[in-house]
T-cell receptor, first 110, second 115 residues
């Protein structure tokens, strides 16, 4: 089983749509969870940390279910500029190394 | 807004040659990392570095790789004898002391092409 697993997509959605991405992780000792965004041939950029209570930042909402080892990201009112690859990232425990999923590609269209 | 910077942006080298990739961390950041991303694949952890020592390294980070902070500002990754499979984007990341150590900020990367 992969350490961090995501549906690679692509998700093609119209502008204004709501889209949800899911991610599962295999290491139950994982302590910290993140969503990063990566544009083509660019560096990953931290979008938001994910907390057990769930958290929201504008149009973005992240949820964590530790029992199911499942993380989600919801984007409301999609904009063209949201087009990117969204990376589910987990701290695998016992250090500060981050383990990345392969990413889910989002394309927002007119 | 302070940023992590990396040089060069693109390095082309012949197989077997040594390369040094450079990173300038954000000024008050004390934890440093190298990651790589082979084209079309996921980002992979290489090594973490704190207080002039390697904290953790992955299986990828073998004897051909080394890191150092020679002058208190630059953080370098050296590959002694490059192989074709070392071709990838190499990202430096840093974290502020006292902050959430897992909120890592990435530089723009160096694209390494080994011919």
């Amino acid at each position: 089983r992969k350490e961090v697993e995501q549906d690679p997509g692509p998700f093609n959605v119209p502008e204004g749509a709501t889209v949800a991405f899911n991610c599962t992780y295999s290491n139950s000792a994982s302590q910290s969870f993140f969503w990063y965004r990566q544009d083509c041939r660019k560096e990953p950029k931290l979008l938001m940390s994910v907390y057990s209570s769930g958290n929201e930042d504008g149009r973005f909402t992240a949820q964590l279910n530790r029992a199911s080892q499942y993380i989600s990201l919801l984007i409301r009112d999609s904009k063209l500029s949201d087009s990117a690859t969204y990376l589910c990232v987990v701290n695998s425990g016992g250090g500060n190394k981050l383990t990345f999923g392969t990413g889910t590609q989002l394309k927002v269209e007119l | 807004e302070p940023e992590v910077t990396q040089t060069p942006s693109h390095q082309v080298t012949q197989m077997g040659q040594e390369v040094i990739l450079r990173c300038v961390p954000i000024s008050n950041h004390l934890y440093f990392y190298w990651y790589r991303q082979i084209l079309g694949q996921k980002v992979e952890f290489l090594v973490s570095f704190y207080n002039n020592e390697i904290s953790e390294k992955s299986e990828i980070f073998d004897d051909q790789f080394s890191v150092e902070r020679p002058d208190g500002s630059n953080f370098t990754l050296k590959i002694r004898s490059t192989k074709l499979e070392d071709s990838a984007m190499y990202f430096c990341a840093t974290t502020q002391a006292g902050a959430n150590l897992n909120e890592q900020f990435f530089g723009p990367g160096t694209r390494l092409t080994v011919l």
